[in-house]
């Protein structure tokens, strides 16, 4: 079985200030992880992905990801958080040995950045 | 056109009518999902469709009936429902047999309300 935890519901953070969203998973394999960010009133869009190779994968708009297997982690972070960062970041999960294709959601975080 | 799109985007209706929601993915995708987002509660994946075969059904109460005639549209079909299926509903889809591009895209939502 697959499963994936934000344990934030929200982070606030100041602009400039580094930002972090946290994300742990569980499964039985080697993982497949992804983040999307949502804004309000659409749809979920992808912002990266670790399917192999470096643990530290680069998406889109400066985030990054850090994939820890010891840890079980795939924290996104951000350098330098801006204003427009604010939406709701959605962690998730696959198991490619678990036998479906079909990806795990995390509950969401609120990421709130303060002028 | 571009991307995965869903039609109409807001959508009112009583509990005794009839109305099919729309999605269409201009991506050249295999899979495609509808997902259910109510307030404050994590995502629901509905239905999944793999080169039109439906593989998954989340348990969804059959008010629900998804259509898939060809790999790049897919249908909600929405009769008689209750006030509290009133949430976004959100289409997505996937390349999936290509690790590469295993992440969802998803449309910008169909804001439903049910009176």
């Known amino acids: 079985a697959q499963s994936v935890a934000q344990p934030e519901d929200q982070v606030n953070v100041a602009e400039g200030n580094p930002l972090t969203v946290k994300c742990t998973y569980s499964?039985?394999?080697?993982?497949?992880l992804f983040w999307y960010v949502q804004y309000p009133n659409r749809g979920l869009q992808f912002l990266l992905k670790?399917?192999?190779?470096?643990?530290l994968v680069k998406g889109s708009y400066g985030f990054e990801a850090e994939f820890n297997k010891s840890q079980t982690s795939f924290h996104l972070k951000k350098p330098s958080a801006l204003v427009s960062d604010s939406a709701l970041y959605f962690c998730?999960?696959?198991?490619?040995?678990?036998?479906?294709?079909?990806?795990?959601f995390g509950r969401g975080t609120s990421l709130i950045v303060h002028p | 056109e571009t991307g995965v799109t869903q039609t109409p985007r807001h959508l009112v209706m009583g509990m005794t009518n009839k109305k099919s929601l729309k999605c269409e993915q201009h991506?050249?995708?295999?899979?495609m999902y509808w997902y259910k987002q109510s307030a404050k509660k994590p995502l629901e994946l509905m239905f999944v469709?793999?080169?039109?075969?439906?593989?998954e059904n989340n348990s969804v109460p059959s008010r629900f009936s998804p259509e898939c005639p060809n790999s790049s549209h897919l249908f909600l079909h929405l009769h008689t429902l209750q006030p509290e299926d009133s949430a976004l509903y959100l289409c997505?889809?996937?390349?999936?047999?290509?690790?590469?591009?295993?992440?969802?895209?998803f449309g910008p939502g169909t804001r439903l309300t049910v009176t």
């Open positions: 469709y793999n080169f039109k075969e439906q593989t």
């Open positions: 991506l050249g995708h295999n899979a």
């Open positions: 670790y399917i192999t190779g470096d643990n």
């Open positions: 997505a889809s996937s390349q999936e047999m290509d690790r590469e591009r295993y992440e969802q895209y």
């Open positions: 998730a999960v696959r198991d490619p040995t678990g036998g479906s294709y079909i990806p795990t």
């Open positions: 499964v039985s394999g080697n993982p497949y």
